[in-house]
């Protein structure tokens, strides 16, 4: 997860002004910071191939796809969060430097050290967002998707993913093979076979 910084309680300008002089990313929540820890390799090449996947379908579309160096704030005070992959097709969003407000479209890796968090205390953030239509969970360990979507009565859902089947992430219409995110990823000693799709 998140390791706290013995730090004074900062606002949400203060924060914003400090944190990009830091020499590792921080998340702001309810006045504290929370360094970020490192991932694995894996956790990196799949956040890549699918930013790869979601900027080729976006192409021209209006959207933002940000990685995991871009904050999501869940209100223009906080908490702001580093997601690992973000969409957003906000056009309130198609300014913004510091932090986007509006994303449709929330991916994370999952890794042993972060895995509770992005399930609890992270997506409990998030479900925050009014824009948020869907929250993707991706195993770093092994080939497994889940995701959450808010369906008509404002309720998230839980969609589970394996090998060989078909993602369709609907807040922006896009399907892909599983294996499409694994592309060329070694996971326990086991190299993803190349997809087809």
């Known amino acids: 997860m998140v390791a706290t910084l013995q730090h004074p309680h900062l606002t949400p300008q203060e924060y914003l002004d400090w944190e990009p002089l830091q020499d590792i990313r921080y998340q702001y929540i309810d006045g504290e910071v929370y360094a970020m820890t490192g991932g694995t390799l ?42 690992d992959v973000s969409v957003t097709c906000d056009q309130s969003d198609r300014t913004a430097v510091k932090f986007t407000r509006y994303p449709s479209l929330i991916a994370e890796v999952l890794s042993p050290s972060t895995e509770a968090y992005d399930r609890g205390g992270k997506f409990a953030h998030y479900r925050r967002i009014e824009s948020l239509k869907e929250y993707v969970l991706i195993s770093s360990e092994d080939i497994s998707v889940e995701i959450f979507r808010l369906n008509e009565k404002g309720k998230w859902e839980l969609t589970p993913y394996a090998a060989g089947d078909e993602i369709h992430l609907t807040s922006i219409d896009l399907r892909f093979s599983i294996e499409q995110l694994y592309e060329d990823i070694s996971l326990t000693n086991k190299t993803i076979p190349e997809s087809n799709g």
């Not at 930013?51 to 702001?80: M, Q, W, Y």
């Open 42 to 83: 894996p956790h990196s090449e799949i956040a890549v191939n699918l930013t790869t996947l979601l900027k080729n379908h976006l192409r021209g579309k209006g959207c933002r796809i940000l990685g995991s160096d871009a904050k999501v704030g869940i209100t223009e005070n906080g908490p702001f969060l580093y997601a």
